[in-house]
C-alpha cells in the first residue's frame, strides 16, 4: 500500500525529477567560472597554455575541478589526505600538461583518473584510516539540523556504500555526485561504456538490496 | 511495417531498461544521444514507468548525501605557490616533431662507423704503426752498415749474366 502510494507520488515528481539541476559539483563549478577572466577558454584551451608554462590558466583549470576531486577523495580518505592528493594530481597536470593530447580523453577525466588512482593507492595503504574516516564523514553529513528519519537513511546509505566492491562504488560516485557522463567515468575507470553501465547496475543493485537489507525488507 | 515498429520498440524496451538500471531515474544524466529516443519510449511503456518509479527511491537518497564542495583558494594558493619547474626537456622534444624519424638499421651503421673510427685512432693501433716504423729504420741502417742490400744483389745478378754470355 505504501509502495503503491510512493509510486504515484514519484511519478508526479517525475518531471520535477527530471528538471531539476545537476549535482552540486557542476552547480559550484558554474559559480566559480563565472568571474574568471578565463571563462571563456574551454579546458583543452588551458591545457595548451598550461603545457607552455602559463600559471593563470593552471589556476583557472584548478578552480573549475577543485571541488570534484575533493569532493570525489574525501568520500574515501580523511579531509587532508584528500588535500595531499589534490595537490599532487594539480602538480602531476602542471609538469605533463604537454603530454595531453585531446584525443577523446577530456582534461577532467584526465584529472579525475589522476585523482582516482592516487586515492585508490591511499585506500591500499591506509585501509583502517580510510574506514574510520567515512564514518567521521558520515557523522559530519547528519549535522543536528537533519532530522532523526534522515539520519537514519543516510547511515543505511553510508553502510551500503562501503559494502560496494570498489569499482562499483566509483562508477556510482562519478555519475551520481561528480555528474560525469558515461564516457567520462569510463574514461576515468579506464573501461568501456558497456563495462562502466554494468557496474553501475550492479552498484546500484548492490546498495538498493544493502538499504533494504537493512531495513529488514 | 507494424512488425517492424514492435521490433524496434522492443529492442528500445530492452535498451530503456537497461539506460534505468544503470543511471537511475534521472533522465537527464542518461547519455544524450540516447535521452530523446529513450524518453519517448519510456512514455509509451507503463513497465518502463513503473521500473523508473521502483528507481527513484534510490536517487533521492542519493541526492541527499551530496556534499557541496567550494574552491579552497588557502589551498589553491599553497598549491599554485608550490609548483615546480616544468620540464624543458619535453619541449625540446616537442620542437623537434617536425623531423622524420630515423631508422633503426640508419642508426646502428651510423653507430658501427663512430665504433671503427674511435678503434682505428685509438692509442694502441698508433703504437703499433709506430713500432712498424722503427722496424724498417733499423732495417735501413742495417743495410747501411752492413753494405748488403740491392747493390749486391744487383751485380749478382749481373755476374751471372756475365758467365751465361
Known amino acids: 500500500m505504501k509502495l503503491k502510494h510512493f509510486v504515484t507520488v514519484s511519478m508526479v515528481n517525475l518531471t520535477a525529477a527530471n528538471s531539476r539541476p545537476t549535482t552540486m559539483s557542476s552547480i559550484s563549478q558554474t559559480t566559480v567560472t563565472q568571474h574568471s577572466p578565463w571563462s571563456a577558454e574551454d579546458d583543452p584551451g588551458l591545457m595548451h597554455l598550461i603545457a607552455m608554462g602559463n600559471k593563470p590558466a593552471f589556476t583557472e583549470l584548478a578552480r573549475r575541478h577543485m571541488p570534484g576531486m575533493l569532493g570525489f577523495a574525501r568520500r574515501y580518505v580523511q579531509l587532508s589526505e584528500a588535500e595531499d592528493i589534490v595537490q599532487e594530481a594539480l602538480t602531476r597536470i602542471w609538469l605533463k600538461a604537454a603530454q595531453w593530447q585531446d584525443r577523446g580523453t577530456s582534461p ?7 585523482v582516482y588512482n592516487l586515492t585508490m593507492d591511499s585506500l591500499r595503504r591506509q585501509p583502517k584510516l580510510a574506514e574510520q574516516d567515512s564514518n567521521e564523514l558520515m557523522a559530519t553529513a547528519n549535522g543536528p539540523e537533519k532530522n532523526y528519519e534522515e539520519s537514519i537513511k543516510q547511515q543505511q546509505l553510508a553502510v551500503a556504500m562501503k559494502a560496494l566492491p570498489e569499482r562499483q ?5 562519478l555519475t551520481v555526485y561528480n555528474a560525469m557522463t558515461n564516457r567520462e567515468a569510463a574514461g576515468v575507470l579506464e573501461v568501456s561504456v558497456d563495462a562502466l553501465e554494468s557496474l553501475l547496475s550492479r552498484g546500484r543493485r548492490g546498495l538498493k538490496q544493502s538499504i533494504d537489507l537493512q531495513r529488514g525488507v | ?21 544503470a543511471y537511475g531515474s534521472d533522465t537527464q544524466s542518461w547519455p ?10 519510456l512514455e509509451l511503456s507503463p513497465l518502463l514507468q513503473q521500473l523508473l518509479n521502483h528507481e527513484y527511491e534510490l536517487d533521492a537518497l542519493l541526492q541527499t548525501d551530496s556534499v557541496e564542495e567550494q574552491v579552497d583558494e588557502v589551498l589553491l594558493a599553497r598549491i599554485v605557490d608550490k609548483l615546480p619547474e616544468q620540464p624543458k626537456v619535453k619541449q625540446n622534444i616537442a620542437k623537434l616533431e617536425w623531423m622524420p624519424r630515423w631508422p ?4 646502428a651503421a651510423l653507430t658501427a662507423v663512430v665504433v671503427v673510427l674511435v678503434v682505428m685512432n685509438s692509442p694502441l693501433q698508433t703504437v703499433q704503426n709506430e713500432q712498424i716504423a722503427l722496424q724498417e729504420m733499423d732495417y735501413l741502417l742495417w743495410q747501411d752498415v752492413t753494405g748488403q742490400g740491392s747493390d749486391e744483389a744487383s751485380d749478382e745478378e749481373s755476374t751471372d749474366f756475365t758467365s751465361m754470355l
Open chain 1, 108 to 114: 577532467r577525466s584526465w584529472l579525475m583518473r589522476i
Open chain 1, 169 to 173: 562504488r566509483s562508477a556510482v560516485v
Open chain 2, 1 to 21: 511495417m507494424k512488425m517492424a515498429n514492435t521490433t524496434a520498440i522492443e529492442m528500445s524496451i530492452e535498451r530503456v531498461t537497461t539506460l534505468i538500471e
Open chain 2, 32 to 41: 544524450e544521444q540516447e535521452r530523446a529516443e529513450a524518453v519517448a519510449c
Open chain 2, 104 to 107: 633503426a638499421a640508419m642508426a
